[in-house]
Nanobody
Framework: QVQLVESGGGSVQSGGSLRLSCTAS????????MGWFRQVPGKEREAVAS???????TYAEFVKGRFTVSRDNVKDTLYLQMNSLKPEDSAMYYC????????????????YGQGTLVTVSS
């Protein structure tokens, strides 16, 4: 059974930084694309960033240059470094294991975590 546990969310002021982490267990982590998506109540889920099994990364336009996604296949952990945060980045952030994400197009989600809340104040 795949388990993903996110941590690192919190409240920061505009321009601040946070680093999210996601620890995986229950499957061969290195064999799946991993990504982050976010969701605000009442709005659709939106993909933020992904890192494929070959470490290729893709980003949504609205986070390019500010966020960095990375993975550690020894620690089975996914990271999202978020800099220059804006109030519109406020959302619940979820870590996801993705069947494939070639070219930044996400396939089926194999699993996702319970989320970690990010709040950015102006």
């Amino acid at each position: 059974q795949v388990q993903l546990v996110e941590s690192g969310g919190g409240s920061v002021q505009s321009g601040g930084s946070l680093r999210l982490s996601c620890t995986a267990s229950g499957y061969t982590y290195s064999r799946l694309c991993m990504g982050w998506f976010r969701q605000v109540p009442g709005k659709e889920r939106e993909a933020v960033a992904s890192v494929d099994t070959d470490y290729t990364t893709t980003y949504a336009e609205f986070v390019k240059g500010r966020f960095t996604v990375s993975r550690d296949n020894v620690k089975d952990t996914l990271y999202l470094q978020m800099n220059s945060l804006k109030p519109e980045d406020s959302a619940m952030y979820y870590c996801a294991a993705i069947a494939d994400c070639y070219g930044g197009e996400w396939g089926d989600l194999e699993a996702y975590g319970q989320g970690t809340l990010v709040t950015v104040s102006s």
